[in-house]
């Protein structure tokens, strides 16, 4: 069963406008992560946030966990046009092999110029 | 920029074929990973490996086999490939949590 489901599957928004977007997983989990993925390329890591950690920045991205809600939300501030890519989320379980990684199915972020 | 490394980028290749697809890293991690992932959609854990000699299958079955006689090379192969094989095909290496993603091999079986 998906352990990460993103949500929205789709967003798009003018450049300089906030992004916000939710991930939802069903079990419970060591770490969180956020990829970003440029269309037809590989994924780039862009942070982790572990299950006793409730917030985290890192320049114009802040993560949000919920463990009571197993959710998650990523912020972009001030988006720009280069921000436009997918992004998953991504658990590992805890209680199981600690890296093997579930990802969602992603949010196609647009950001128009 | 991760230094992790895939060929072909793109491969079209006839149904029967064998073909073996290359994953390379230069930064002496033991644990390697292959994702499937078609487009628009998640990525699906097909293979793993936490050391020399030592490979998993992982939460999508796959056809493919993997081999991983060497730290830094994690190659997958299709022994028949078939026009259900195409797809996107990452590779992925890591020393802890966070995984390092390859550019990708993106496969088409006619």
């Known amino acids: 069963s998906q352990q990460g489901e993103e949500d929205p599957q789709a967003l798009s928004i003018q450049e300089g406008e906030n992004a916000t977007m939710n991930c939802s997983y069903k079990t419970s989990i060591n770490n969180l992560q956020w990829y970003r993925q440029n269309s037809g390329r590989g994924l780039v890591h862009l942070i982790l946030i572990r299950s006793n950690e409730r917030e985290k920045h890192s320049g114009r991205l802040r993560v949000t966990l919920d463990t009571s809600k197993k959710s998650s939300s990523l912020l972009i501030t001030a988006s720009r046009a280069a921000d436009t890519a997918s992004y998953f989320c991504a658990t590992d379980a805890s209680g199981g092999s600690n890296y093997k990684l579930t990802f969602g199915k992603g949010t196609l972020l647009t950001v128009n110029p | 920029e991760a230094d992790i490394y895939q060929t072909p980028r793109y491969l079209v290749i006839g149904t029967g074929k064998k073909i073996t697809l290359e994953c390379s890293q230069t930064?002496?991690?033991?644990?390697m990973y292959w994702y499937q992932q078609d487009p628009g959609m998640e990525l699906h854990l097909i293979h793993y490996s936490y050391g020399v000699n030592s490979t998993e299958k992982g939460d999508l079955s796959s056809e493919s086999t993997v081999s991983r006689i060497r730290t830094e090379h994690f190659p997958l192969t299709l022994e028949s490939a078939r026009p259900s094989h195409t797809s996107q095909y990452l590779c992925?290496?890591?020393?802890?949590?966070?995984?390092?993603f390859g550019p990708g091999t993106r496969l088409t079986v006619t």
């Open positions: 992925a290496s890591s020393e802890y949590y966070e995984q390092y």
């Open positions: 930064m002496g991690h033991d644990k």
